[in-house]
Each structure stands twice: as C-alpha cells, then as structure tokens.
C-alpha cells in the first residue's frame, strides 16, 4: 500500500495506466543530445512531491527536473552516473558514479550543493540501484553479482543478496541491476541476466524465485534481462527489458516498502514525541506553542497545523520546533494538501460564514475554493486538484465540490441530523480511498462509516450509537484513517487512537493513550491523525496544545 498524502491511500495492484506516456524529460521521438531538455542514455530516477531527478549517464550529470516548469537545474556533473536514491531523512540524494577507473557513492542536498562521499572507492562495483534510509544503504553490487548493505556509521558493509561467485544457484546472482526493500528488510532482485525475479527474505542465506526463470523469452511466463522491480501490496511491477511489455505479476504475499508501507503490520512507541507546542500541555501564542490545534498535513519536509484558537496556520520545518505563520487573522479547522498545486487547502470563519481557501505551502496570498453560503464549518477536507471532499459537519453530510464549476454534489448523509445508515450527526472527520469511497468519523454517533462510491447509504465498520470505553465501543471520534483493510481511529472521548481491522466487532489494539493527562503516553481530545512515508503516526493532541508523534518500532507481518 503506497500513501501518496496524508488522506489518500492507493493500492497499486488495483489501478490501470493510459497505454500512451508523456515525454516528461528528454525529447519525445528519442533524439539524444548535450542540452538540458535531452538526455543520452539515461539510468535512473527519483520521484519526489516536487520533482524528478535523472541519471543522465553518457551526459555524465545529474538533473533536476523542477515539477509543472520547463526549468532543469545540473546538480552534479563530470562524471558517469548510474543508481539515485532519495534519503528522505536528509533530504539528500544518493548516486553511484565513477571515480577514475573505481566506483563511489555519494550524496548531494536535493536542492545542490558540494556533495560528499558515503561509500568510498574499492567497496563496489558499478550499482545501477541503491535504497538508502536510516544512516544504511542497501546497493545492488551488479559486478560482483551481490547486493550489500553498507552502514554510513560504521564504514562496513554485510551481504544481504548473492555470493562471491556469479551463477544460478539459489544462493547466486548473475549481473543484478534492479533491487527493491520492503518494510521488514527483505530484499526483491531483478537478477538481470539470470532472467528472474529473487525474493531475498530478511536474514536468509538463499534467494527464492518469484517471477521468470533461466529461460529467457518474451511469453508472459518469462523475462529477459530485468533491470528493475516494484513491489505492492502483493503485486510485482518489472522492467522487463529486452522485451517490449510491462509486466505485473501478482503474489500471494501481501508485502510493501521502505516507501510503500502497510500500516496494518506495523507497531510504535507508546510515548509520543512533542514536535510541535510544548510538551507538558501548556498553549500560548509564541512560534513554538499552539493553542487548540485541530488538524495537520504531513508531507516529506514538513508539517502544517491549524493553530485553531491562535487564527493561524503554521508551518514547521523539518526538525524545528518553531513555525512559520502561513496564514493569520481568522479560525482555521481542517486542512488538506492539494499534491497537484502544491497547495494547502484551509477552512476558516470568515465573518459569520465558513469558506475554504488555499495557499502555496511555502507562502503567498490565499485564494478563495469554496466561498460563503455553501458550507458550515468543515474539520476535514481532501483536495484535489479539479475537486475537494468536504467534511461538512454542521449539515451533517460530506459533499464534493467541482473546483472548475464551483458546485457540489452530497456524497454522505444529508438527510438531516440522525443515526439511520442513510444519515450522520456531527461528523468531524473524513478518508478517502482510490476507488473514491468516503469513510466518515460520525462524531456524535459514535462510529465510523462507509459509504461506498455512488450509494445513498452508509455502513457502520466500526463502533456503534452506544457509546464507550470497550474495545467495541467510540466515544466522540473526530479522525479516520484507512490502509491495507485496517481503520485507524482517533477515539477523542476515549483520549486513545485505536487499530481497527474491517470486518471485525472490536478494535484489535489501543495504539496510543493511557488515560487523559500531558505525559508521553497520555492525549487529551485527539482530533487528527496522520503518518509519513515510513509509517511514522502523528496526533494532534488537541486540548493539551500540541502534535506528537510516535515512531515505528516493529512489524508484525
């Protein structure tokens, strides 16, 4: 499961592409060349929430393609780069790249500078693919048929993927060039030219096949010379490349990635860490408190919060305890990132009305999406770029509004305040999914709903019209989030966030909150929830004035 933003979760095994791509870099009918908008013989790239980054090999450069701009900016140049890794911790880029007649690993800021070596030279060979997170990297060592994982503490690496000899044995690679790590630290290898698929399982000494075979040809039962995997929620995605198709092969194992992530299989800290507000539950109007926080984004740099009852929407950069005022003047609630714009999308009171604006999330001047006499106050909201789910709570419904014909459509409830499955009361919170179903937190019904796309009723999956403490009971839940077949719930009455499996009477687990009060372990009125790309949770603590965070600390599956 691939979570692409803080409300919209997508299974890629579930989703078709256009046949026909988009020439994005390079020139469209092939043409090499030495300019900034051509390429000659590209390797690798990275896709992050802004741009593209390119392996332009031959060229002998990194490129950086700036997202919705004709503007290419060279990173690094004069020698022959091939694999590209983005450490989301430092915002860095990895690449591999020659140094003389040897072969380095180094890492440049995202948005340039000097870089710096991270794998020094006779360590590896030539590395068409690297995966570099949490002061390691783990590098397809194509030469010399292995893949490492290097410490860029300790200086050292250990074989995670082949032997020192070539071959195609169990326990062999023949000239890998593609490598992809899932969540648990097992390692997928395009075994280029042994035609195959390796499934590497944590720890193990042999490699298990999981496409293709020593018969190398274009039948879809075979490959030839893989250069690259992905993998998703069971669902292999291969650069099959010496035959002219794309290839998806389906597995009965559900798995994801160092990027992908399934939350169902996760675990995490029961003491949260303060990162935005104070730690013991104080608010105030200075930078670093927060006074009635509602909701918040989480995107790859930073995180964005309604700093309710202080009129104002903030910003915090990576690792700073201050936020930078994006907004000010009115009482902002729900929040949602627009991915395509770039934008933050924000509810506030404008006079006696309610309106949605959104702002460039590094600054400017808001403009109006959703203007007055349309909705009521809206604690939630999902964006996109032709429409927005609003969370339209004192109607009590959820509509979707056409961002292009500024008109809405009722997706949930509106058939007055009530407990029917064809009716919501009070509702705070919403998530969205690919296949556009809306749960909905139904506060003051106590329960989540589903409302499957195009119906006209709603269907409870967790909680009920009783209220309580039980494990199959909510008291008041103001936020919702979905992944993988799990509902994760901020339980605000309750002061806990509950792990919910679809289907079942009961939660599974109280993830976080041991009582009401300001400790680690402790929330007071939860009312967003959010993760990162590495599955990391995040809470606003609303009556204690602040935004925790609790860190992975394990998978279960």
């Known amino acids: 499961?691939?979570?692409?933003?803080?409300?919209?979760?997508?299974?890629?095994?579930?989703?078709?592409?256009?046949?026909?791509?988009?020439?994005?870099?390079?020139?469209?009918?092939?043409?090499?060349?030495?300019?900034?908008?051509?390429?000659?013989?590209?390797?690798?790239?990275?896709?992050?929430?802004?741009?593209?980054?390119?392996?332009?090999?031959?060229?002998?450069?990194?490129?950086?393609?700036?997202?919705?701009?004709?503007?290419?900016?060279?990173?690094?140049?004069?020698?022959?780069?091939?694999?590209?890794?983005?450490?989301?911790?430092?915002?860095?880029?990895?690449?591999?790249?020659?140094?003389?007649?040897?072969?380095?690993?180094?890492?440049?800021?995202?948005?340039?500078?000097?870089?710096?070596?991270?794998?020094?030279?006779?360590?590896?060979?030539?590395?068409?693919?690297?995966?570099?997170?949490?002061?390691?990297?783990y590098i397809c060592d194509t030469s010399k048929h292995r893949v490492v994982l290097w410490s860029n503490i300790n200086r050292t690496l250990a074989i995670v993927a082949g032997d020192v000899n070539m071959g195609f044995d169990s326990n062999q690679l023949r000239t890998p060039e593609g490598i992809f790590v899932d969540v648990n630290r097992n390692v997928y290898v395009a075994d280029t030219l042994n035609h195959r698929i390796q499934l590497?399982?944590?720890?193990?000494?042999?490699?298990?096949?999981?496409?293709?075979?020593?018969?190398?040809?274009?039948?879809?039962?075979?490959?030839?010379?893989?250069?690259?995997?992905?993998?998703?929620?069971?669902?292999?995605?291969?650069?099959?490349?010496?035959?002219?198709?794309?290839?998806?092969?389906?597995?009965?194992?559900?798995?994801?990635?160092?990027v992908p992530i399934n939350f169902r299989c996760l675990t995490w800290d029961e003491n949260g860490v303060t990162i935005a507000g104070a730690q013991n539950g104080d608010s105030g109007l200075a930078p670093n408190r927060l006074y009635d926080p509602r909701d918040l984004i989480v995107d790859s740099e930073n995180i964005y919060v309604s700093d309710t009852s202080n009129r104002r929407l903030l910003k915090f950069a990576n690792h700073s305890a201050e936020g930078q005022s994006l907004f000010t003047g009115d009482s902002l609630y729900g929040l949602a990132l627009n991915q395509e714009e770039q934008a933050i999308y924000f509810s506030h009171e404008s006079g006696s009305s309610e309106i949605i604006q959104r702002i460039n999330k590094n600054g400017g001047d808001p403009s109006i999406v959703v203007p007055s006499g349309h909705i009521s106050r809206s604690y939630s909201l999902v964006a996109f770029k032709e429409s927005t789910y609003i969370c339209d709570t004192s109607n009590h419904r959820v509509i979707l509004w056409s961002n292009i014909d500024k008109t809405f459509a009722i997706v949930a409830g509106g058939n007055g305040v009530?407990?029917?499955?064809?009716?919501?009361?009070?509702?705070?919170?919403?998530?969205?999914?690919?296949?556009?179903?809306?749960?909905?937190?139904?506060?003051?019904?106590h329960r989540i709903q589903l409302w499957k796309n195009g119906t006209s009723n709603g269907t409870t999956v967790a909680?009920?019209?009783?209220?309580?403490?039980?494990?199959?009971?909510?008291?008041?839940?103001?936020?919702?989030?979905?992944?993988?077949?799990?509902?994760?719930?901020?339980?605000?009455?309750?002061?806990?966030?509950?792990?919910?499996?679809?289907?079942?009477?009961?939660?599974?687990?109280?993830?976080?909150?041991?009582?009401?009060?300001?400790?680690?372990?402790?929330?007071?009125?939860?009312?967003?929830?959010?993760?990162?790309?590495?599955?990391?949770?995040?809470?606003?603590?609303?009556?204690?004035?602040?935004?925790?965070?609790?860190?992975?600390?394990?998978?279960?599956?």
């Not at 998703?232 to 009965?252: H, L, N, P, Q, Y």
């Not at 509902?487 to 079942?504: Q, V």
């Not at 590495?534 to 602040?546: C, E, F, I, K, L």
Request: proline share 3%; charged share 15%.
């Open 1 to 137: 499961m691939t979570t692409i933003s803080s409300t919209i979760s997508i299974n890629l095994s579930c989703l078709s592409w256009d046949e026909n791509g988009l020439t994005i870099a390079g020139a469209q009918n092939g043409e090499f060349g030495q300019a900034l908008n051509r390429l000659y013989g590209p390797r690798d790239l990275i896709v992050d929430n802004e741009n593209i980054y390119v392996s332009d090999t031959l060229n002998k450069r990194l490129l950086k393609f700036i997202r919705h701009s004709s503007e290419v900016q060279t990173l690094v140049q004069g020698e022959t780069l091939y694999g590209l890794s983005l450490n989301q911790e430092e915002q860095a880029i990895y690449f591999s790249q020659e140094s003389g007649s040897y072969e380095v690993i180094k890492r440049v800021n995202k948005n340039g500078g000097d870089p710096s070596i991270v794998v020094p030279i006779q360590q590896i060979s030539r590395s068409y693919s690297l995966v570099a997170f949490e002061g390691k990297i």
């Open 463 to 557: 909680g009920s019209s009783n209220l309580g403490p039980g494990l199959h009971q909510l008291n008041s839940p103001r936020a919702v989030f979905v992944d993988s077949g799990t509902i994760f719930i901020a339980d605000s009455g309750n002061n806990r966030i509950l792990k919910w499996n679809i289907g079942e009477l009961r939660a599974a687990v109280v993830l976080v909150g041991s009582g009401s009060g300001p400790n680690p372990n402790q929330l007071r009125n939860p009312t967003s929830l959010k993760f990162d790309l590495r599955g990391n949770m995040y809470v606003v603590d609303n009556t204690n004035h602040r935004v925790q965070k609790y860190l992975v600390n394990n998978t279960q599956c």
């Open 418 to 445: 009530g407990s029917d499955s064809k009716q919501l009361r009070v509702p705070e919170g919403i998530f969205v999914d690919v296949n556009r179903n809306v749960y909905v937190a139904d506060t003051l019904n």
């Open 200 to 258: 590497w399982k944590n720890g193990a000494s042999n490699g298990i096949t999981v496409a293709g075979s020593s018969n190398l040809g274009s039948d879809l039962h075979q490959l030839n010379s893989p250069r690259a995997v992905f993998v998703d929620s069971g669902t292999m995605f291969i650069a099959d490349s010496e035959v002219a198709i794309s290839t998806t092969i389906t597995s009965r194992t559900t798995i994801s990635s160092a």
